[in-house]
């Protein structure tokens, strides 16, 4: 079988990974010269099981309203003059309630459990190296309110099997004594042993290579124009060289959309929408200037809703949704304070550790922002549209990282006539006696 995937950030690469270890012929096709060079390029670098939640809770809509005026807020809603984001903000405001979190948990931790396996498994076959730490992931908390909160949330990834433990904060500084220098700040954490880090867009790229030695046929720097169809199924996709100006119609047995946020634009060419949404994301990439007392445990801040990670000798730290279209700028008054935001909290949290200087100041710190696909529930979009002979594997929001392996590995056993083993709501795939629920598709 000949599958054409579009889209090569870490979600089409690693769905043309499993697809040429099951023998198929794969054309894969991006835009940019290389894979990951997007929404892959810059992420919180967090492999986050145990923090695989929704952001739609009882307490979502309150703290949005609280955050509207904030430059600052985690999750900022810019409202447009666009249809597609109020009509997204509604079902968003219909999952913010305890039933809808509890199932939409469900789904999230069951595909990054299988998720986390496969990358194993990847990771022993390929022997990528990408700035992984296998030392697990800890939350610290600054106020005792939303500490008192975490067993709660503990106790939730617990009985999904993730061994998620509440720690007092002699434990947490056991655990990570490079927060010692914060200590007077922290009330307590939680910790899973069994998370882990590494560099997103590293992994992709070195995929992308042992992909293209098995055959794989890579069109990088290619746009996708069009997706055509006839009698209720798709005909070819219409790319065109960026290069040469030259196009061209793509023929295959398969067509696999993994363009992200843009997957949204491209389904409605052929009658198929999807309520995937951009979320914007900001993250900065800091030399270390003490590489000895810098964090190995990837973190997450909970006042701010941050993720640090260590790679190498430098910090990622990212974070925030900005809910306002497909905004790329990083030299807007707002981008700016967001992108500050993130580098002032580490000389907060771990002065004189990394660079945090400005470049007026002499310092080179590496902004970036992606555009984070998100359907309101967070649960990913993976399977069969209702056009033949296409398929789907977008809306992964803030983990398409944790969910990327598993995600490719399921849509290539979907493609291949089998059902992947996880309690998941596959697209246009029956779910038998399982009690999930498919995500909805037009």
Same mark, same amino acid.
């Given at each position: ?50 923090? !695989? ?33 109020? +009509? ?7 999952? !913010? ?55 709660? #949330? #503990? ?44 560099? !997103? ?5 070195? @995929? ?10 890579? @069109? ?18 219409? +790319? ?46 800091? #030399? @270390? ?25 430098q910090l990622r730290v990212a974070g925030t949704i900005e809910l306002g279209g497909f905004d790329l700028s990083l030299d807007t008054p707002l981008a700016r304070t967001r992108a500050q935001m993130l580098v002032k909290r580490i000389e907060q949290v771990f002065p004189g550790v990394a660079d945090t200087r400005t470049p007026e100041e002499g ?35 803030? @983990? ?15 493609? !291949? ?26």
């Amino acid at each position: 079988m000949h599958v054409v995937v579009l889209g090569a950030g870490i979600i089409g690469v690693s769905t043309a990974w499993h697809l040429l270890q099951r023998g198929h012929e794969v054309t894969l096709v991006d835009r940019q010269p290389d894979a990951a060079l997007e929404t892959s390029f810059g992420n919180a670098a967090q492999i986050s099981v145990s923090y !695989c939640e929704p952001w739609a809770n009882r307490e979502a809509p309150l703290k949005a309203l609280k955050w509207l005026f904030d430059p600052e807020g985690p999750l900022k809603f810019r409202p447009q003059l666009d249809p597609a984001q109020w +009509v997204w903000g509604l079902q968003f405001l219909a999952q !913010c309630n305890d039933s809808a979190f509890e199932r939409n948990v469900a789904q999230l931790v069951a595909l990054g459990s299988y998720s986390h396996a496969a990358l194993k498994d990847m990771v022993a076959a390929t022997g990528l190296q990408y700035n992984r730490l296998t030392k697990g992931i800890a939350h610290y908390y600054t106020s005792q309110k939303s500490f008192d909160e975490a067993g709660s #949330a #503990a106790e939730l990834m617990r009985r999904h099997g993730v061994n998620r433990k509440v720690v007092s904060k002699d434990e947490l500084l056991r655990i990570e004594p490079a927060l010692r220098g914060f200590a007077d700040r922290i009330v307590g954490g939680t910790y899973t042993e069994s998370d882990e880090s590494g560099d !997103c867009r590293e992994f992709t790229q070195q @995929l992308l290579r042992r992909c293209e030695a098995q055959g794989l046929r890579s @069109l990088m720097g290619h746009d996708i124009l069009r997706l055509t169809s006839n009698g209720g199924q798709i005909s070819a996709v219409q +790319v065109r060289d960026r290069n040469t100006g030259q196009s061209r119609h793509l023929l295959a047995d398969a067509y696999v959309v993994a363009a992200g946020s843009y997957s949204t634009a491209l389904l409605q060419q052929v009658g198929v929408r999807v309520p995937i949404y951009p979320g914007k994301g900001y993250s900065a990439t800091l #030399a @270390l200037k003490n590489p000895a007392a810098a964090p190995q445990v990837s973190l997450l801040d909970d006042q701010l809703k941050i993720a640090i990670s260590r790679l190498g000798n430098q910090l990622r730290v990212a974070g925030t949704i900005e809910l306002g279209g497909f905004d790329l700028s990083l030299d807007t008054p707002l981008a700016r304070t967001r992108a500050q935001m993130l580098v002032k909290r580490i000389e907060q949290v771990f002065p004189g550790v990394a660079d945090t200087r400005t470049p007026e100041e002499g310092g080179d710190p590496q902004f970036w922002c992606g555009l984070r696909p998100a359907t309101p529930t967070n649960i990913p979009l993976i399977g069969r549209t209702k056009v033949g002979k296409l398929w789907v594997n977008a809306g992964h929001g803030t @983990l398409g990282w944790t969910h990327g392996a598993g995600s490719g590995k399921a849509l290539a056993e979907l493609i !291949c006539g089998e059902v992947p083993a996880m309690n998941f709501g596959f697209c246009g795939v029956p779910t038998g006696d399982r009690k999930v629920q498919t995500p909805a598709m037009a």
